[in-house]
């Protein structure tokens, strides 16, 4: 197996897990959660669940950053950064990886000073509604992204 074909399935795997972990977040999760009665303890359950979820997703987050770009440089592809109109879709999982990256290290950052806000009812509803809300915005930009790698590697726009 060549350097090119291991990265690819890394990447790959890595794609489906970190598509799936969302999608499971914003799907069932989310919704489940608000048919509890209590926003307070909705959120508290919310921290439970995300920690771990994030602390895994950034092992998968890196797998996919560092498989991808291996793959640019076995396939001598860097110069595709300067070419936008044809490898767009190389720019789009770029800045999706590094939107994604940023948001995991600032919920790392958070974690390590403690930060466990114990909020009242009104806060709790705004931050989980804030959180959903966000949750839903990167699964579409994730589902957009793949679509787009796929059609770029695969296809012809
Ligand atoms: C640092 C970030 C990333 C880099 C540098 C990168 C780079 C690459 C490269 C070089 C390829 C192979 C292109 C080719 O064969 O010509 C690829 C394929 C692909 N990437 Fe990424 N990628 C990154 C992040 C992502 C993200 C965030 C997603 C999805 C959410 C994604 C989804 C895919 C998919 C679905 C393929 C197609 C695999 C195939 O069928 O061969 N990538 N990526």
Not at 70 to 99: E, K, P, Q
Request: charged fraction near 15%.
């Amino acid at each position: 197996m060549d350097e090119v074909t291991l990265a690819r399935i890394i990447h790959v795997l890595g794609v489906i897990i970190w598509g799936g972990g969302i999608g499971f977040l914003v799907i069932i999760l989310m919704p489940r959660l608000r048919s509890n009665p209590t926003p307070s303890l909705q959120f508290q359950f919310f921290l439970s669940v995300a920690r771990p979820f994030a602390a895994w997703m950034r092992y998968v987050s890196l797998a996919v950053g560092l498989s991808g770009f291996a793959m640019l440089h076995f396939l001598s592809g860097w110069d595709r950064y300067l070419d936008f109109t044809t490898y767009w879709w190389v720019h789009l999982m770029t800045a999706t990886w590094l939107v994604y990256s940023a948001l995991l290290l600032r919920q790392f950052i958070n974690t390590r000073r403690k930060c466990t806000p114990q909020l009242d009812d009104a806060a709790a509803t705004f931050r989980l509604h804030k959180v959903s809300r966000m949750q839903r915005n990167l699964f579409i930009l994730t589902v957009i992204t793949a679509a787009s790698a796929l059609y770029g590697v695969h296809g012809s726009w």
